[in-house]
Nanobody, 119 residues
Framework: QVQLRESGGGLVQPGDSLRLSCAASGSIRRIVDMGWYRQIPGKERDMVAQIFSGGSTNYADSVKGRFTISRDNDKNTMYLQMNSLKPEDTAVYYC?????????????WGQGTQVTVSQ
């Protein structure tokens, strides 16, 4: 069974930077696409950044120019570099991988890591 584990969250001040990582373990086959989502208490989980197998990326308007998604396929790891953090970036951040095994596509989610941006 594939499992994802996020790390790198913490408490920072506005303007600071953080780098989140998501490492996949287990039986890793073809990674079709992957991304980062975040959720604020009482609100729905929203897409932050996506990266697809061809290398194209997609970002939420609120993070464009500040966040960068990347991956290391050899390590089965995905990263989210977050710069110029704002209080409204405070949320639990989740990673996901979409894997292809034969003809079956399966989504996998991590446990989440807390990011808090405050004075």
């Amino acid at each position: 069974q594939v499992q994802l584990r996020e790390s790198g969250g913490g408490l920072v001040q506005p303007g600071d930077s953080l780098r989140l990582s998501c490492a996949a373990s287990g039986s890793i086959r073809r990674i079709v696409d992957m991304g980062w989502y975040r959720q604020i208490p009482g609100k729905e989980r929203d897409m932050v950044a996506q990266i697809f197998s061809g290398g194209s990326t997609n970002y939420a308007d609120s993070v464009k120019g500040r966040f960068t998604i990347s991956r290391d396929n050899d390590k089965n790891t995905m990263y989210l570099q977050m710069n110029s953090l704002k209080p409204e970036d405070t949320a639990v951040y989740y990673c996901y991988f979409k894997l292809l095994s034969g003809w079956v596509l399966t989504d996998y989610w991590g446990q989440g890591t807390q990011v808090t941006v405050s004075q």
